[in-house]
């Protein structure tokens, strides 16, 4: 047994239990003065509601007695995603969570059900007499157990990373993800890159939740950086797209600088992420969207040649436009029916050009109607 999996199996790191933080649900704590404010944590559990289903098999009368066998199960779920909260602020250095929430919402995905648990806070410093011990995360002079064995987890996880020697099992996943450890971010592009992961198959999703963990800028600094590095594969930049459409992680600014200086199949991989969403769009999105819409016209012109020509032994003459490859395409067609590439040479296959044009105008004339 490795060192690593020696601290899984003891877990050397602490469980959630018994962290000395206070919750409230209001924005002060009577009595007691904030010293520092951190930064807002979260928390989610998916729960599959065949967890509840299996739960009330054979009972009939649910909003009767059963009901309270209901709320204590979501009790003890909400319970532990708030201790989850509690560890995070430990880490942090905080020692109180302010304007708690708890949302339940129900999801579907591939035709199963499942209740997501939310949770979110302020993570905090109440003011402390110097009597109190310090578990100050980013202490000079004291730090406490939970931040000293995650440190040392986590560099004998970079140590292993790095010789590609780390498994990436669910007990590595849960711990990059649970402690957003961005310094893994490469790492993990990089391993997906090299290796092949027929062999496991939830590899893929835990890259796409463990970017969306990620403060959002990271995630973006990262992805959209790795997205048009000449040496990674198509497979991996395909993985890529994905994160970023499944974390809503489209940013307008990065793409239209980026494609200022892009080649020409960088700039196709950077219109790829514009067929993505956004989490939620703001003023400048709209002028940004322009000049995006506007320079990609400019960068990709439509470049072949339009003609007319007798159609068989016919006088009627038909309009057709000569592709790269030689072959001669009706002037309604699209893309070569030989090459599939279109009208400015770009592949059918891999990017609609001018679907993606439409979608760009009509998200405009959306934000034009929110913003102006």
Same mark, same amino acid.
């Not at 939970?146 to 849960?174: C, G, H, M, P, V």
């Given at each position: 047994m490795s060192i690593i999996d020696l601290l899984i199996h003891t877990q050397l790191v602490p469980t959630m239990k018994n962290l000395d933080v206070l919750v409230t649900t209001s924005s002060t704590i009577e009595g007691r003065e904030i010293e520092e404010y951190y930064e807002p944590i979260t928390s989610h559990l998916v729960i599959g509601m065949n967890f509840f289903k299996d739960l009330f098999s054979g009972l009939t009368d649910f909003f009767g007695g059963n009901?309270?066998?209901?709320?204590? !199960?979501?009790d003890r779920i909400n319970s532990e995603?708030?201790?989850q909260l509690k560890y995070k602020a430990k880490i942090l250095g905080a020692n109180c969570i302010l304007d708690l929430r708890i949302d339940n919402d129900e999801i579907s995905a591939q035709g199963k059900s499942m209740l997501m648990v939310t949770a979110i806070g302020m993570a905090a410093k109440l003011k402390t007499d110097n009597s109190e011990k310090s578990t100050n995360f980013n202490s000079k002079t004291s730090i406490s157990d939970i931040a000293f064995n995650i440190l040392k987890k986590k560099q004998l996880y970079l140590e292993s990373a790095k010789n590609d020697s780390l498994a990436y099992i669910d007990e590595t996943w849960r711990f990059l993800i649970e402690n957003q450890l961005e310094e893994f971010s490469e790492l993990v592009i990089e391993y997906f890159d090299k290796k092949s992961v027929s062999h496991m198959p939830d590899f893929e999703s835990k890259m796409v939740e463990f970017f969306g963990h990620l403060p959002s800028e990271i995630s973006k600094e990262k992805l959209y950086s790795n997205l048009i590095k000449e040496e990674l594969s198509i497979s991996t930049k395909n993985q890529i797209l994905e994160i970023i459409k499944s974390n809503k992680l489209l940013d307008y600014n990065i793409v239209y600088s980026n494609l200022i200086t892009s080649d020409f199949h960088q700039g196709i991989l950077l219109m790829k992420t514009l067929k993505s969403?956004?989490?939620?769009?703001? !003023?400048?999105?709209?002028?940004?969207?322009?000049?995006?819409?506007?320079?990609?016209?400019?960068?990709?012109?439509?470049?072949?040649?339009?003609s007319e020509k007798k159609k068989g032994l016919t006088s009627k003459l038909t309009s057709i436009w000569g592709c790269e490859c030689g072959k001669e395409n009706n002037k309604d067609?699209?893309?070569c029916s030989k090459c599939s590439k279109d009208q400015r040479g770009i592949d059918s296959n891999t990017l609609v050009f001018d679907k993606l044009l439409e979608k760009i105008s009509q998200d405009i004339a959306v934000l034009q109607e929110v913003f102006k």
């Amino acid at each position: 047994m490795s060192i690593i999996d020696l601290l899984i199996h003891t877990q050397l790191v602490p469980t959630m239990k018994n962290l000395d933080v206070l919750v409230t649900t209001s924005s002060t704590i009577e009595g007691r003065e904030i010293e520092e404010y951190y930064e807002p944590i979260t928390s989610h559990l998916v729960i599959g509601m065949n967890f509840f289903k299996d739960l009330f098999s054979g009972l009939t009368d649910f909003f009767g007695g059963n009901s309270q066998s209901y709320q204590k !199960t979501l009790d003890r779920i909400n319970s532990e995603a708030i201790d989850q909260l509690k560890y995070k602020a430990k880490i942090l250095g905080a020692n109180c969570i302010l304007d708690l929430r708890i949302d339940n919402d129900e999801i579907s995905a591939q035709g199963k059900s499942m209740l997501m648990v939310t949770a979110i806070g302020m993570a905090a410093k109440l003011k402390t007499d110097n009597s109190e011990k310090s578990t100050n995360f980013n202490s000079k002079t004291s730090i406490s157990d939970i931040a000293f064995n995650i440190l040392k987890k986590k560099q004998l996880y970079l140590e292993s990373a790095k010789n590609d020697s780390l498994a990436y099992i669910d007990e590595t996943w849960r711990f990059l993800i649970e402690n957003q450890l961005e310094e893994f971010s490469e790492l993990v592009i990089e391993y997906f890159d090299k290796k092949s992961v027929s062999h496991m198959p939830d590899f893929e999703s835990k890259m796409v939740e463990f970017f969306g963990h990620l403060p959002s800028e990271i995630s973006k600094e990262k992805l959209y950086s790795n997205l048009i590095k000449e040496e990674l594969s198509i497979s991996t930049k395909n993985q890529i797209l994905e994160i970023i459409k499944s974390n809503k992680l489209l940013d307008y600014n990065i793409v239209y600088s980026n494609l200022i200086t892009s080649d020409f199949h960088q700039g196709i991989l950077l219109m790829k992420t514009l067929k993505s969403e956004k989490s939620e769009y703001i !003023t400048n999105d709209l002028h940004a969207l322009e000049n995006i819409k506007k320079l990609i016209q400019e960068k990709y012109p439509i470049k072949v040649s339009f003609s007319e020509k007798k159609k068989g032994l016919t006088s009627k003459l038909t309009s057709i436009w000569g592709c790269e490859c030689g072959k001669e395409n009706n002037k309604d067609s699209m893309s070569c029916s030989k090459c599939s590439k279109d009208q400015r040479g770009i592949d059918s296959n891999t990017l609609v050009f001018d679907k993606l044009l439409e979608k760009i105008s009509q998200d405009i004339a959306v934000l034009q109607e929110v913003f102006k």
